[in-house]
């Protein structure tokens, strides 16, 4: 009976002196890091660095369709109006009127959107040498830009 003791109380202790061995390393790593980094997490060094940083992360956008919705504009439309548009739901929806945070955050997020995909269609149009682009065309571009190539499913936070 004393030998099955012993044996459970020698595998409990190898056990305890795992576990605690493993926290001591992974509290030595965290602080080596801590103190070669200054602290913080390392910055990208150069724009490479930083744009493989940001490709990295999934992106988590609205659909394009759901931004014109919000902001209450059809196709075609001009940055002057997205413009104009937004200003006029930011203030609608701003605290000293009693609006909602979470409204704002929609209508930023579909001025988000919509800008970017502007400024995404004129960037093709340059390369491509073309002045404008139908609108379908530049849409399935600028969509394939931020589609997983395996899948084929639009990036998203898993």
Known sequence: MAGKVARVFKAALQAGAIVVGRSLRSTLVG???????????????????????????????IKREEALQILDIEEPFDRETLKERYEKL??????????????QSKVF?????????????????????EGEMEPIKAEEEVQAKYEDKETSEPLSKK
């Open 31 to 61: 602080l080596y890091e801590s103190a070669t980094t200054g602290g913080a997490k390392r910055a990208p060094k150069s724009e490479s660095e930083a744009a493989a940083a940001a490709a990295s992360r999934p992106l988590k956008r």
């Open 90 to 103: 930011m203030d609608a929806n701003s605290d000293k009127k009693g609006g909602s945070f979470y409204l």
């Open 109 to 129: 997020r579909a001025h988000e959107r919509l800008n970017q995909d502007m400024e995404d269609e004129e960037e093709l149009a340059k390369k491509t040498g």
